[in-house]
């Protein structure tokens, strides 16, 4: 049992370069979520999914975009890399019986944007 | 506007004593709260949670104390071990509708327990 993995681990990316940040559970959890840490500001909802085919926008969405396909993977898209987003990327997932409860966080993914 | 706040960007506690951690809200919808705990270079590990018709929740070393009419809540460890040295966040969910498992966190408090 892995729990929240995300891959990879570290990224450098020229401005206006694409990519994509991947986060893979095997815990069947229904309710998947990015999160994005920078200094001083605690960590921001990007994007959550409640299901596969079902995804929303949270409070920094932009600049990012996700799907759901399967219930094991939630990747993350940056289709032109700004350097404001150089941060620290977390995906967690939860049950979606009570998402606000314990949310199983992955070990990150740090991009640098140049 | 940050709906979630932890004033103090760090503590530092003796072995053995007590550490209180504090976050502030402003949002009267949150009806959830919880700490999380973070080691560097790792994700947020859920520490212990509270639901808004409590004031208080225990878990071994771990008590966390909500004061809703203060719209403050704190996280007590004790005794305190140099193994608690982390950052810890602070961070609510605010129930139904479209906020239905959003997580709002505060900025963090960086535990340093000294042997």
């Known amino acids: 049992n892995a729990g929240v993995t995300q891959t990879p681990k570290f990224q450098v990316l020229k401005t206006g370069q694409s990519m994509t940040l991947q986060c893979a559970q095997d815990?069947?959890?229904?309710?998947m979520s990015w999160y994005r840490q920078d200094p001083g500001m605690g960590l921001r909802l990007i994007h959550y999914?409640?299901?596969?085919?079902?995804?929303d926008q949270g409070e920094v969405p932009n600049g990012y975009n996700v799907s759901r396909s399967t219930t094991e993977d939630f990747p993350l898209r940056l289709l032109s890399a700004a350097p404001s987003q150089t941060s620290v990327y977390f995906c967690?997932?939860?049950?979606?019986?009570?998402?606000?409860?314990?949310?199983?966080f992955g070990p990150g993914t740090r991009l640098t944007v140049l | 506007d940050q709906q979630v706040k932890q004033n103090s960007p760090s503590l530092s506690v003796q072995e053995g004593r007590i550490s209180i951690l504090n976050c502030d809200y402003t949002n009267s919808m949150f009806d959830y709260f919880l700490w999380y705990k973070k080691y560097p270079a790792e994700g947020p590990t859920f520490l212990i949670s509270?639901?808004?018709?409590?004031d208080k929740n225990e878990d071994g070393r771990f008590t966390v104390f909500l004061n809703k009419s203060a719209k403050h809540l704190s996280l007590h460890i004790v005794p305190s071990q140099p193994g608690d040295s982390a950052v810890y966040f602070c961070?609510?969910?605010?129930?139904?509708?479209?906020?239905?498992?959003?997580?709002?966190f505060g900025q963090g408090t960086i535990l340093t327990v000294h042997p």
């Open positions: 967690a997932s939860s049950p979606l019986a009570d998402p606000w409860n314990e949310q199983f």
């Open positions: 815990m069947n959890h229904e309710y």
């Open positions: 999914s409640v299901g596969a085919g079902i995804t």
């Open positions: 961070a609510a969910h605010a129930g139904g509708g479209t906020s239905y498992g959003k997580l709002t």
């Open positions: 509270i639901s808004s018709i409590k």
